[in-house]
Structures are given as C-alpha cells and as structure tokens.
C-alpha cells in the first residue's frame, strides 16, 4: 500500500479520484461531439438527436445496478472495484475510435438506418462508461470513512474530473470534434487503466444492517426501492416506442408525458410527509433520489439539445467573424469556421465555462459547507444554477448571453456531482456501497430519458426558448424537494464539536 494511502492525504485523494475522471472525460468529450456529429455530420433533427441519446439512460438502468451489484460482492484481478473500472475504460476507448465512423459501418453492416447504427454506437460507449462509473466512484466511499475525509474525496473527484471536462471541451475548440474523439479515446484508457493498479482496495468489508433490519436486494427489491422513480421509467419506455411508432402514438405523448410528472411531484410530497412522521435512512434516501431526479432532467437536456437553442436563438443575431468561440481554432490553427463549426465551438466554450466553474466551486461549497451544512449549501449551489436557467431563457439573444448563464448553472454543477454522493452515501449500508451507488444512478437516468419528452415538446412548439424555460423549472421543483432532506448526523456532529469550541 502506497504511504499516501495509508495516510489519506490529499495527493492519495486526487489519485483515488483519476478513474471517475476517466469517466468524466469520456462524458464531456460526448457531451461536445456526439450532438454536433449526428445533426452537422449526418443531417439528425432534434428528437432523433435526443433518441440516440437514450442509449445512455437504458445503458444505465441496467450497468450500474448490475455492476455495482457484482463489485460488492466479487474480487478478482486485485480489486473488488478495479477491473469492473479497467474493462469499461478500455472499452469506452474502442467506442471513441467507432464514432468517427458512423457511415463506414452503416455501409459494412448493410444497415442503412443511421440512427440505428449511431443508437448502437452510443450504447456501446454509454455501457462502458456505465460499467466505469459505479465502481469508480464506489472505491471513494469503500476507502474513506464518513465525514469530513469522504467530503473530501467527492470534491478531489469534481476538482480534477472538472479540470479535465474543461480540457475536452477546449480540445474540442481548439481541433473540433472529430480529432477530440480519438484524444478521448487515449485519455480516457490512460486513466481508467494505469492509475487503479497503484490503489490498494479493502478485500473485507464491515456489514452493517440498516435501520435495524438485514438488508437483502434481488431484482424485485430494487424495483420496489424506485418506486419514487417510476413516472421517469415509464415515459422512458413510451419514449422508446414513440419513435417507432410515432404515427400511431403521437396524440399519447404530451399526456403521458405530463402524467409522469405528476406523479413525480405527487410521490415526492407523499415521501416528505412520510419521512416527517416517521424518519429513516431509508426515507431520506428516497427524498434524495427523486429530488436528485428533477435536475437531471434539466442537465441533461442542456447537454443533449443546447446546440439547437444556439442554432435558432443565438447564431441568427450575431456575425460569423465576431463569434469569441471561434478565436481559438482560428488563432491557434488558422482554420476558418463554418456556422456549423461555429454552433459546436459557442457549445463547447459554453460548456468549458460550466465544467471550469465545476472544477473551482467544490472548494468555495467544502467552506461554506463547513459553516451551514452540505444540504442547504447544495440547495444554494443549485438555486443559483435555477437562476443561470431562467437567465438564459430570457435574456439569452447573444453569444456572451449563454457564457454567463452557464457560469452560474457551473455553480450547481458543481455540487451535483460532488456533494450529492457524499450526502447520499451516509444514508445505506456501506457494504452494499456499490449497489446503492447503482441504485442511486436510477435517479439520474430515468431522468435522463425524459430529455426525449423536451425534445419533441420543442419540435412541435418550435419555440427552442422553451428548453431553458423548462431546465429552470425541473431545477427549481429539485430545490424544493431538496428543503426537506435531513443533514447528515456526521455534519450534526461536527457543526456541533465547532460550535462547543467557540
């Protein structure tokens, strides 16, 4: 074991934290590519745009729950977390270098259906992240203990993990979006395979029964566990259907649509008010869940369909030679940019803006979290990032319109992926940290599939200010739902040692 280690320093936290950097990479290098690729490259509207992108959602729903599943409970190759974080790494590799070549296979398999061959493309890529992620940020709850060093570790996570979002999306500026996949594809092996071989993991870990009673999951429990999510899952079946069958069940998707969000809303006050009366880890576990939901729907939809709002509601009132986003391909590398070039570089200087301020705030939000607690200052962090929405939707004409307001959604970004998991993780059995963490994904990709339902609510409006409109306000029902988790006891505590001290 490495003496960092053992001593859980700062410089073992930043390592701990290289493979969900991998993942995070991957994440934003398709965040920047695969939107501009499938509409510039190979002509995709909006919904067949969002449809490709339900490849990760369902890769989620079943990669991260079975993976993490098999992680708790396995080892081999070293590690309970490790080669579960070294095959989807080397994966994730070889779905970067097929991108590119979306055509190329359509012609090689016969399949002429380019949505079809870039649905399968991005499963591909979305499963391996999948099979990263669960595990990569399970190990940082397996080797820290609760509290304050945990914190600690998320944030590590965000702070290094963002810097490397904002390199992607600089990559992408810099040489588009193209050359950006195959740097992925070399970053993204590097870093999910060679630092986990420097990581000592536990073999044993201490089972713990949860609110007084054993714990044991099969498939049928954790359909139970989700029940606050199961508006998401249903529309995200409908949605999957709805392409296929548009004609048929067109008249059935705003319905089904404002259904489950309905239900949504409704199950949530229905567990606020349970949990009030009766409070338990379990509870607030489910308070967490739907409430983490709500704003994935939002950022999600930001990532998938901000190329289209830039398009339509930006691109039109500004001058190609004017454009900032520009500067950099045509300064550092004297290649003139196209509209459409110019459309993915505002998406990505956009996006680096985000993911910079997601890098930085982590450090501000451990502060502030130290005075008033992790939950009212991921409410504050999230509220603001409701504010960037609205900002955007109403005030966004010009290019530096949409660079402002992603600095301020940045600030919600970055407890979103930080603070929430270290607030979430004090809530179940550590044992089953694995599972739980796949358990908990639910509530981020059911959501995700709901961008669907965003996106063709904009293709038949054809008002593309709607999809900021509607990010502020999943954003704000998640700040909602978020006033009525309970802090964690180990922030009690400590609040509390601070406060006997003075």
Avoid at 337 to 351: E, K, P, R, W, Y
Wanted: net charge neutral; with cysteine.
């Amino acid at each position: 074991m490495l003496n960092i280690q053992k001593k859980l320093s700062n410089p073992f936290l930043a390592l701990l934290a290289l493979p969900a950097t991998a993942v995070g990479f991957a994440l934003s290098t398709q965040i920047a590519a695969l939107s501009w690729i499938l509409s510039k490259k190979y002509g995709l509207d909006i919904h067949e745009v969002a449809f490709v992108w339900l490849a990760g959602p369902i890769a989620g729903i079943f990669g991260q729950v079975i993976v993490g599943m098999i992680s708790d409970n396995v080892w081999f190759m070293g590690g309970r977390r490790r080669p579960f974080i070294m095959i989807g790494g080397i994966i994730s590799a070889i779905a970067f270098l097929c991108l590119p070549f979306i055509q190329e296979i359509s012609n090689i398999t016969g399949i002429a259906d380019i949505v079809i061959i870039a649905s399968l493309i991005a499963l591909f890529l979305d499963l391996s992240v999948n099979v990263t992620f669960n595990p990569a940020r399970s190990i940082i709850a397996d080797l820290t203990p609760e509290g304050k060093v945990r914190t600690s570790g998320y944030v590590w996570m965000q702070i290094v993990s963002g810097f490397f979002g904002v390199f992607a999306y600089f990559l992408s500026m810099l040489f588009g979006n193209e050359i950006l996949l195959y740097i992925a594809a070399f970053i993204v092996l590097a870093m999910a395979v060679f630092p986990i071989l420097l990581i000592e993991e536990k073999k044993d870990m201490i089972v713990e029964k949860a609110d007084g009673e054993e714990e044991k999951f099969g498939v049928w429990q954790i359909i139970k566990e989700i029940y606050p999510l199961y508006g998401f899952l249903v529309f995200g079946i409908f949605s999957l259907f709805h392409h296929f069958f548009h004609d048929t069940l067109a008249a059935l998707h705003n319905p089904v649509l404002i259904s489950a969000l309905i239900y949504s809303v409704i199950i949530g006050i229905v567990n606020i008010v349970d949990g009030i009366k009766n409070p338990s880890n379990k509870k607030e576990f489910h308070k967490i869940m739907l409430a983490h939901s709500f704003s994935w729907v939002a950022f999600q939809s930001m990532f998938i369909l901000s190329g289209f709002f830039i398009e339509n509601r930006i691109l039109p009132n500004i001058d190609l030679a004017k454009i900032t986003a520009n500067w950099f391909a045509e300064s550092l590398t004297g290649v003139q940019q196209t509209a459409d070039s110019s459309i993915g570089n505002m998406v990505s200087l956009g996006f680096f803006i985000l993911n910079l301020v997601g890098a930085i705030f982590p450090l501000v939000l451990q502060a502030v979290a130290k005075i008033i607690g992790r939950v009212r200052t991921y409410i504050l962090a999230l509220s603001v990032a409701a504010l960037g929405y609205f900002y955007i939707a109403f005030v966004g004409s010009v290019e530096w319109d949409f660079y402002l307001g992603m600095l301020l959604v940045g600030i919600g970004w970055s407890a979103i992926i930080s603070i929430v998991f270290a607030i979430m993780s004090e809530r179940v059995n550590p044992a089953k940290m694995g599972l739980f963490m796949g358990v908990f994904n639910l509530a981020v990709v059911l959501p995700q599939m709901m961008s669907n339902g965003v996106a063709n609510v904009i293709r038949q409006t054809g008002n593309y200010q709607l999809l900021y409109i509607l990010c502020g306000v999943f954003v704000s029902v998640s700040v909602l739902f978020w006033i009525f988790v309970r802090e964690p006891e180990s922030t009690k505590a400590a609040t509390n040692v601070r406060g006997g001290g003075h």
